[in-house]
């Protein structure tokens, strides 16, 4: 059942309740649960948090927790599985769904009593009609005819020509009538996308709950720009969303008042909307380390060739930025340096094919000293939900990157920058290897590419969202480097080793470099199913995102065998 009235069709019902909330391990998630726990809070609303990384999780989850509890939310995970088959309900259980994950699972839709759908108002979903898909009429023929040739078994019931006819005709539109069922559900599920960010439509039910806030706006802003980041929408929604968002900004944080120069105390937060340089974290690194990790310079630039290399160098004497300020610290450059460089970097970028160097994003100030960009707080969130230390867990991930987006603990969000440096780096570096040893391979309808065990920094890899971030990044290079056009229109599959002890490999899919940038389909979801099903292949399809999955390492030839046969 979809609901778009938040407040009446979900908050009023749960407001006193003790609420079940699963969240999945992504920035989004992580931001939308901020804003669910600060209305609960408000609201002194009970509610038990537990972060879920994929099926498994959600259903041990809510096995532990189902007898004492009959409202379950999930964030950004839920809605592309039919959850009343998975996790086996009572008839007294509530599902109340807030998941960005598209197509959504039709049992999930049309099930008016027990799985409700939290959508925003404007969202346009095309969904098949009920009488598509779902049959209810209940053909009793045959059994009437059984159970009257059973109550006379000595008399021979003749049937007349127009019975037979009746019931030929009744089988064949019922045969009609299944070929077009799968047609209709084959082309609604072909492709998965992604559509309003979980923040997001959160945020909006606290607007209208009149709670908002300044911190919970900027929650909201931070999910929106991980979609962004992680190109799970394109630009032109990022910039729809931002417009809408940026309003709310305009309302919180007006300029020109008297009450202005309070609002800068040492514990307020101020949040501005201005364009922001693509490149990673540069604010917390060298101007030249964030050039070189950035994929939108890097890929430009070719920094994967000594010519790209030379090129970079010229760049920097183009804008006229010596080196050695560009490889110290952004925060210890000279001042006139720090004050000129965006400017510079946009009149040089446009004769080096980076005209598309800003994006449009938001900033927070807080009080006097701190102030982040939204880009930076999504990697350094991202960061530390797959973080690899020994001593931490996933759970303890989670809520340290809970943690890290409050204004209180902006340690940990220094924390998570530190080790998303790292994670720039190690992708990088794969990058390049990958590039150098021609391991990136084109395996006819899409690109290929491997990642050998005992590589370095290859435990980066065994994380879902770093792998893809790993992949599109690769992708793009790979498309600048090669001097085929065709490569533009190729998806890539990657594969990392993900247990050695199990011997499993982690796969994930990602859509042709011209879709990332315009609409970001996948269809590797089905592709993957139909895939192991053929090859009999040993397959975890346990991620919320049907185009990750675990491979048996054996199994590795034989599925890719299979999927280059299925997609020719």
Same mark, same amino acid.
């Given at each position: 059942?979809?609901?778009?009235?938040?407040?009446?069709?979900?908050?009023?019902?749960?407001?006193?309740?003790?609420?079940?909330?699963?969240?999945?391990?992504?920035?989004?998630?992580?931001?939308?649960?901020? %804003?669910?726990?600060?209305?609960?809070?408000?609201?002194?609303?009970?509610?038990?948090?537990?972060?879920?990384?994929?099926?498994?999780?959600?259903?041990?989850?809510?096995?532990?927790?189902?007898?004492?509890?009959?409202?379950?939310?999930?964030?950004?995970?839920?809605?592309? %599985?039919?959850?009343?088959?998975?996790?086996?309900?009572?008839?007294?259980?509530?599902? =109340?769904?807030?998941?960005?994950? &598209?197509?959504?699972?039709?049992?999930?839709?049309?099930?008016?009593?027990?799985?409700?759908?939290?959508?925003?108002?404007?969202?346009?979903?095309?969904?098949? $009609?009920?009488?598509?898909?779902?049959?209810?009429?209940? #053909?009793?023929?045959?059994?009437?005819?059984?159970?009257?040739?059973?109550?006379?078994?000595?008399?021979? &019931?003749?049937?007349?020509?127009?019975?037979?006819?009746?019931?030929?005709?009744?089988?064949?539109?019922?045969?009609?009538?299944?070929?077009?069922?799968?047609?209709?559900?084959?082309?609604?599920?072909?492709?998965?996308?992604?559509?309003?960010?979980?923040?997001?439509?959160?945020?909006?039910?606290?607007?209208?709950?009149?709670?908002? $806030?300044?911190?919970?706006?900027?929650?909201?802003?931070?999910?929106?720009?991980?979609? *962004?980041?992680?190109?799970?929408?394109?630009?032109?929604?990022?910039?729809?969303?931002? $417009?809408?968002?940026?309003?709310?900004?305009? &309302?919180?944080?007006?300029?020109?008042?008297?009450?202005?120069?309070?609002?800068?105390?040492?514990?307020?937060?101020?949040?501005?909307?201005?364009?922001?340089?693509?490149?990673?974290?540069?604010?917390?690194?060298?101007? =030249?380390?964030?050039?070189?990790?950035?994929?939108?310079?890097?890929?430009? *630039?070719?920094?994967?060739? /000594?010519?790209?290399?030379?090129?970079?160098?010229?760049?920097?004497?183009?804008?006229?930025?010596?080196?050695?300020?560009?490889?110290?610290?952004?925060?210890?450059?000279?001042?006139?340096?720090?004050?000129?460089?965006?400017?510079?970097?946009?009149?040089?970028?446009?004769? +080096?094919?980076?005209?598309?160097?800003?994006?449009?994003?938001? +900033?927070?100030? =807080?009080?006097?000293?701190?102030?982040?960009?939204?880009?930076?707080?999504?990697?350094? /969130?991202? /960061?530390?939900?797959?973080?690899?230390?020994?001593?931490?867990?996933?759970?303890?991930?989670?809520?340290?990157?809970?943690?890290?987006?409050?204004?209180?603990?902006?340690?940990?969000?220094?924390?998570?920058?530190?080790?998303?440096?790292?994670?720039?780096?190690?992708?990088?570096?794969?990058?390049?290897? *990958?590039?150098?040893?021609?391991?990136?391979?084109?395996?006819?309808?899409?690109?290929?590419?491997?990642?050998?065990?005992?590589?370095?920094?290859?435990?980066?890899?065994?994380?879902?969202?770093?792998?893809?971030?790993?992949?599109?990044?690769?992708?793009?290079?790979?498309?600048?480097?090669?001097?085929?056009?065709?490569?533009?229109?190729?998806?890539?599959?990657?594969?990392?080793?993900?247990?050695?002890?199990?011997?499993?490999?982690?796969?994930?899919?990602?859509?042709? *470099?011209?879709?990332?940038?315009?609409?970001?389909?996948?269809?590797?979801?089905?592709?993957?199913?139909?895939?192991?099903?053929?090859?009999? #292949?040993?397959?975890?399809?346990?991620?919320?995102?049907? #185009?990750?999955?675990?491979?048996?390492?054996?199994? &590795?030839?034989?599925?890719?065998?299979?999927?280059?046969?299925?997609?020719?």
């Amino acid at each position: 059942m979809l609901i778009s009235d938040l407040r009446k069709e979900f908050y009023d019902v749960i407001l006193h309740k003790h609420v079940l909330l699963m969240v999945a391990f992504d920035v989004d998630a992580l931001c939308a649960c901020k %804003i669910l726990i600060s209305l609960f809070q408000c609201d002194s609303v009970h509610y038990t948090l537990v972060p879920v990384s994929g099926q498994q999780d959600l259903e041990r989850a809510f096995l532990e927790h189902s007898e004492q509890i009959k409202h379950v939310v999930l964030i950004n995970c839920g809605a592309n %599985i039919n959850l009343l088959d998975v996790l086996q309900p009572e008839d007294d259980v509530t599902f =109340f769904v807030c998941d960005s994950h &598209r197509p959504i699972d039709l049992v999930n839709v049309y099930n008016d009593t027990q799985v409700k759908l939290l959508l925003d108002s404007t969202e346009q979903l095309t969904i098949p $009609s009920y009488e598509d898909i779902f049959n209810d009429e209940e #053909s009793d023929s045959d059994d009437s005819g059984n159970e009257s040739e059973s109550s006379q078994p000595d008399k021979r &019931r003749r049937l007349d020509e127009e019975s037979i006819v009746r019931k030929l005709e009744k089988k064949r539109a019922r045969r009609l009538w299944e070929e077009s069922r799968q047609k209709i559900i084959f082309q609604y599920e072909e492709f998965s996308f992604y559509s309003n960010s979980a923040a997001y439509v959160i945020y909006q039910l606290a607007w209208k709950l009149s709670k908002d $806030s300044n911190d919970l706006l900027w929650w909201s802003i931070i999910g929106l720009t991980d979609q *962004l980041l992680s190109k799970k929408i394109d630009r032109e929604k990022y910039f729809l969303d931002a $417009s809408e968002l940026n309003r709310h900004v305009s &309302r919180h944080n007006r300029l020109g008042q008297e009450e202005d120069a309070a609002q800068q105390s040492v514990n307020a937060m101020k949040i501005t909307f201005n364009p922001e340089l693509q490149l990673a974290l540069y604010r917390h690194w060298s101007l =030249f380390d964030s050039i070189c990790h950035s994929s939108y310079t890097a890929c430009n *630039l070719r920094l994967w060739t /000594a010519r790209g290399f030379k090129k970079l160098h010229e760049f920097l004497a183009d804008m006229g930025m010596p080196l050695t300020q560009c490889k110290q610290k952004f925060t210890a450059m000279d001042i006139a340096y720090r004050e000129t460089f965006c400017d510079s970097l946009q009149n040089s970028g446009k004769k +080096y094919g980076l005209d598309q160097i800003t994006v449009p994003s938001f +900033y927070a100030q =807080f009080g006097y000293k701190n102030k982040f960009c939204a880009f930076d707080a999504v990697h350094a /969130a991202s /960061a530390l939900l797959e973080s690899i230390e020994k001593d931490k867990v996933g759970d303890a991930n989670f809520l340290e990157a809970l943690d890290a987006l409050s204004r209180v603990h902006l340690d940990k969000l220094e924390s998570g920058l530190e080790i998303s440096k790292r994670q720039h780096k190690a992708i990088v570096s794969q990058i390049r290897t *990958l590039l150098d040893m021609n391991h990136v391979v084109s395996a006819g309808p899409f690109l290929y590419a491997y990642i050998q065990e005992g590589t370095l920094d290859v435990k980066f890899f065994s994380k879902a969202n770093c792998l893809a971030l790993l992949a599109r990044f690769t992708l793009e290079a790979f498309v600048k480097m090669s001097k085929s056009k065709k490569v533009k229109n190729l998806p890539l599959v990657m594969v990392a080793p993900l247990d050695s002890e199990q011997g499993t490999s982690l796969v994930v899919g990602v859509p042709p *470099l011209m879709e990332l940038e315009n609409s970001p389909r996948s269809l590797f979801g089905r592709a993957f199913e139909q895939t192991a099903e053929k090859t009999g #292949s040993r397959v975890l399809h346990d991620s919320f995102d049907p #185009s990750i999955f675990a491979l048996k390492t054996e199994d &590795r030839s034989k599925f890719f065998d299979a999927l280059v046969s299925l997609l020719s």
